[in-house]
């Protein structure tokens, strides 16, 4: 069945410092959905990608659509402590089939 | 604008045992999905609503889970009988409709099984 793989499962890094996680699914996505999940709550929209090839930004946040649609990233510019928490990846296939990714959580040393 | 509702908040039950969810979500959103989060995991979608119509049922282990959603607006989630790997927190979210749209979550509830 469709799978959607997510690394690392953990980044430890300095504040200032940059943070990426990656994406990847088994199967072609309509789209790729970014959510955080800050430690005890429930996980928050970030962004969608539609579009092969597409790139968006939010202020230090840059997310990546794959040209084959099957692999997305998140790059974070200068954390900030704010930044802790976990990142998830959601690849929907078709107007259903919603495959969340594990997860990267997030920590970041002051 | 009110967020998506969900109660209990917190449920202790010894495994045989029944439980219940409830979820209300935003005024207006036409699809529903219940989700279980295991600790360390990613949200697992159990089910989709559209509506009162479900949409996508195929991870929801229909032997002992089963979920409604009668006039398309709240929805109840039910495990009978629990299982210890039951143990989790269960999400409810929601969204304007069903194609590709940002999905607003509850503050969930958090089963323990003894």
């Known amino acids: 069945g469709q799978q959607v793989m997510q690394i690392p499962q953990y980044q430890h890094v300095q504040e200032g410092e940059d943070f990426t996680t990656y994406c990847n699914s088994s199967t072609t996505l309509s789209n790729i959905q970014w959510y955080k999940q800050r430690p005890g709550g429930h996980p928050v929209f970030l962004i969608q990608l539609v579009k092969s090839g597409e790139v968006k930004k939010q202020k230090r946040l840059t997310f990546q659509f794959g040209e084959a649609k099957k692999n997305s990233s998140l790059h974070i510019t200068a954390t900030q402590t704010t930044d802790v928490g976990t990142y998830f990846c959601a690849g929907r296939r078709g107007a259903s089939k919603i495959i969340f990714g594990s997860g990267t959580r997030l920590s970041i040393r002051p | 604008e009110a967020g998506v509702a969900q109660s209990p908040r917190y449920k202790i039950i010894e495994k045989r045992q029944s439980v219940a969810f409830w979820c209300n979500p935003i005024?207006?959103?036409?699809?529903l999905y219940w989700y279980q989060q295991i600790l360390g995991q990613g949200p697992k979608l159990l089910i989709q609503f559209q509506n009162n119509g479900v949409v996508d049922d195929s991870q929801l282990p229909k032997d002992r889970f089963s979920a409604e959603r009668l006039k398309g607006v709240d929805s109840t989630l039910k495990i009978q009988p629990a299982k210890l790997e039951d143990s989790a927190v269960y999400l409810c979210a929601s969204s304007t409709g069903q194609g590709a749209n940002e999905q607003y979550f509850g503050p969930g509830t958090r089963l323990t099984v003894t």
């Open positions: 005024s207006g959103h036409a699809t």
